[in-house]
């Protein structure tokens, strides 16, 4: 396949998502087109510039209108849950650097305490035979 050819069956998705009150915009992709969908995507368009009844035109537009208005939701979709997936797992780093903290802090207390305990036991007993 020559690159002509290949640049042909790269495409992006625009994408316009409301998240969090925040409008994000962004092109998905580049996405590769298969040989299937590159086939039906030249049938189609072959199918439109030759049609000469405006009613069945009409018809075919609208029905891939819809087709495209389905696929725009379902990316959306895909894009808002893959930005909750992020979230998520920021958050829960955030909580595992936490609890990684809290259990060095607990570990120094715990030394300091035994450091602490060790050094009254050595006040009361000086020498470990005298007891």
């Known amino acids: 396949m020559n690159l002509a050819m290949k640049e042909l069956m790269l495409f992006s998705v625009p994408l316009e998502l409301n998240y969090n009150g925040r409008n994000y915009f962004a092109a998905m992709g580049p996405f590769e087109r298969s040989m299937e969908r590159d086939f039906a995507l030249v049938a ?3 199918a439109l ?3 000469n009844d405006i009613n069945k035109l009409r ?3 609208c029905m891939m209108t819809e087709g495209w208005s389905n696929m725009q939701g379902a990316v959306a979709a895909l894009v808002k849950e893959n930005l909750e997936l992020r979230q998520a797992m920021q ?3 955030a ?3 936490a609890a990684d903290q809290l259990l060095g ?3 120094e207390a715990i030394k300091h305490f035994a450091d602490k305990q060790q050094s009254s036991q050595a006040k009361r007993f000086p020498w470990p035979f005298s007891r």
């Open 44 to 46: 189609h368009k072959k």
């Open 91 to 93: 958050m829960q780093q």
């Open 49 to 51: 510039q030759e049609c």
């Open 59 to 61: 018809e075919v537009a």
């Open 95 to 97: 909580d595992l650097e």
């Open 105 to 107: 802090e607990a570990g």
